[in-house]
């Protein structure tokens, strides 16, 4: 079975500070993906990035960033010199396929940036 | 190019009654992807469809069904509503990039 594990709930930083967010993920196979979404107050779900499991390589997508890392499961994203749009929560998910099918997603952050 | 639009955007309704919740995929998308997110139990995968077809179901009683139309929108259709079915219904066209707004329904 699939797991994603978002340990932090909530996080609170002042603009311009740099805030990472972890994700933990749990599966037995060796082909998956992962996925990380940003759901705004209006509620739909904005697509940040999505990795598969055999690149390993870390990102950067101008202030967004992540670090991928097999050997702890995990795949944590970092948002630098925050601003107060980015205030959101934030979604990990993991799925066997690439695409929307049988998304499994944490439980999510509660990002607050404070101007 | 416009996005994958569902409709209506709130929804209320009483215990037992039926639910209709649609989507319209982005066009040119042959697939569409439902998902519940419900206070206290999280994004959950509901349902996939394609080409017309239930390709795939989430861990969902067999009251929540739906169906896809020749023109690949789709609606979701929720029986014999319970409280806990109250939620953010979310769709998602094609591949995970892009998801609708959304139908908040409550169930009172």
């Known amino acids: 079975a699939q797991k994603v594990t978002q340990a932090q709930t909530e996080i609170s930083v002042v603009e311009k500070e740099d805030v990472t967010l972890d994700c933990v993920y749990e599966t037995r196979d060796t082909t998956y993906y992962l996925f990380w979404y940003k759901q705004p107050p209006s509620g739909e779900l904005v697509f940040l990035i999505r990795?598969?499991?055999?690149?390993?390589q870390n990102e950067i997508s101008g202030r967004y960033s992540w670090n991928f890392q097999k050997s702890t499961s995990s795949f944590n994203f970092t948002i630098t010199a925050s601003q107060v749009v980015d205030s959101a929560v934030y979604f990990c998910?993991?799925?066997?396929?690439?695409?929307?099918?049988?998304?499994?997603f944490g439980t999510g952050t509660r990002l607050t940036v404070i101007p | 190019e416009a996005g994958v639009t569902q409709s209506p955007t709130h929804l209320i309704k009483t215990r037992g009654q039926q639910a209709t919740l649609r989507c319209s995929p982005i066009?040119?998308?042959?697939?569409v992807y439902w998902y519940q997110q419900a206070l206290g139990l999280g994004l959950q995968f509901l349902l996939w469809?394609?080409?017309?077809?239930?390709?795939n179901r989430g861990n969902f009683p067999p009251r929540f069904s739906g169906r896809q139309f020749p023109n690949y929108s789709s609606e979701l259709n929720v029986n014999a509503l319970e409280l806990e079915d109250s939620a953010l219904y979310l769709c998602?066209?094609?591949?995970?990039?892009?998801f609708g707004p959304g139908t908040r329904l409550t169930v009172t």
């Open positions: 998910a993991l799925s066997l396929y690439a695409g929307a099918n049988n998304l499994f």
């Open positions: 066009s040119g998308h042959t697939s």
């Open positions: 998602a066209s094609s591949d995970e990039q892009y």
């Open positions: 469809y394609d080409e017309g077809e239930e390709r």
């Open positions: 990795r598969n499991s055999f690149d390993e």
